[in-house]
């Protein structure tokens, strides 16, 4: 803005100090302080203003973008719906074949069979049965191999620690 220094500074401030004098000097810098804060609020209130309107403007051109794209998906979006296709696939299928007939009823006893179907009949398979598994038995242990036999008379037998009399000696 202005290219203000200390020496421009001090420059006007003696020149000020001259002209109007030492009496006036703080009333007219009051006076000018004021003043100077007006424009501040005032400038700080016409940048919030242009600030808010190019954030409207910006929203105002991001409506007109959805709108178009809105107005772009809605031609694409009725031939896409899978499963109104796959109805009308279904319902095609189905128009195409006769009417079923309905199962025939056993006779009673003394009464006619009933005219076989002109359909071709389905043999019926036998139904899956799934048996349970057989529990397996665990496996015997595996044999332990016994040690080389040895002649007892050979091997001492262990010895027994000694006996403590009653004054804890070792006899």
Do not use: C, Y
Not at 117 to 129: F, I, L, Q
């Amino acid at each position: 803005m202005f290219d203000l220094g200390w020496g421009k500074i001090i420059i006007i401030a003696v020149i000020a100090l001259i002209v109007i004098g030492p009496k006036e000097l703080p009333a007219v810098l009051r006076t000018v302080g004021q003043w100077m804060g007006k424009i501040r609020r005032m400038a700080a209130e016409f940048q919030g203003q242009f600030q808010e309107a190019m954030r409207e403007a910006e929203m105002a051109d991001l409506k007109k973008s959805i709108d178009a794209i809105t107005d772009a998906t809605r031609g694409i979006g009725s031939g896409l719906d899978p499963i109104s296709g796959v109805s009308k696939d279904i319902e095609t299928a189905f128009a195409d074949k006769p009417a079923a007939t309905t199962p025939a009823t056993p006779p009673a006893t003394g009464e006619p069979a009933a005219a076989p179907t002109t359909e071709p009949s389905v043999a019926a398979e036998p139904p899956v049965t799934i048996e349970p598994p057989v529990p397996l038995e665990p496996a015997p242990p595996p044999p332990v191999a016994e040690p080389a036999a040895h002649n007892e008379a050979a091997t001492p037998a262990p010895t027994p620690p000694p006996a403590n009399d009653a004054g804890g000696r070792a006899a």
